[in-house]
């Protein structure tokens, strides 16, 4: 939550699971539904998964990248990878007239991050 009561999301350079000032910061504008990982009810979501092709993991595990910056699951003060398994964001935002607006964030296996969003049609694009 940032000083103005608006959800932000940052990356955490430095080590210890907070924000610390100088972090990449992005501000999230009301009203947007986050949910992390599958089940999120997009449209074509179970066919824009399948068609990455790889697993993802948990909708509880929060990504996190080891020291060769491949995405992995943080436990114990141990992050290990994965293999073959991504992890997915998924953002909806309703519009003035009831009309809801898709985007998801996705981190590959292999650690790159990609920005997608949904036409009205429900095909997903990748930006």
């Given at each position: ?43 074509g979501e ?26 992995c699951s ?16 998924f953002m ?36």
């Open positions: 939550m940032l000083s103005n009561n608006a959800t932000g999301y940052y990356v955490n350079v430095q080590p210890g699971g907070t924000y610390v000032v100088g972090d990449p910061l992005i501000p999230i504008d009301q009203p947007v539904t986050i949910s992390q990982g599958t089940g999120a009810g997009a449209p179970a066919g824009f998964e399948a068609g990455l092709g790889y697993g993802f993991a948990a909708a509880a595990v929060v990504p996190s990248f080891n020291a060769r910056g491949l995405p943080p436990a114990a003060g141990i992050c290990a990878q994965n293999a073959g398994v991504g992890f997915i964001i909806k935002r309703t519009g003035n007239v009831g009309d809801d607006h898709w985007a998801a964030v996705v981190v590959t296996p292999s650690g790159r991050a990609q920005v997608w969003t949904c036409d009205t049609a429900g095909n997903w694009i990748q930006r």
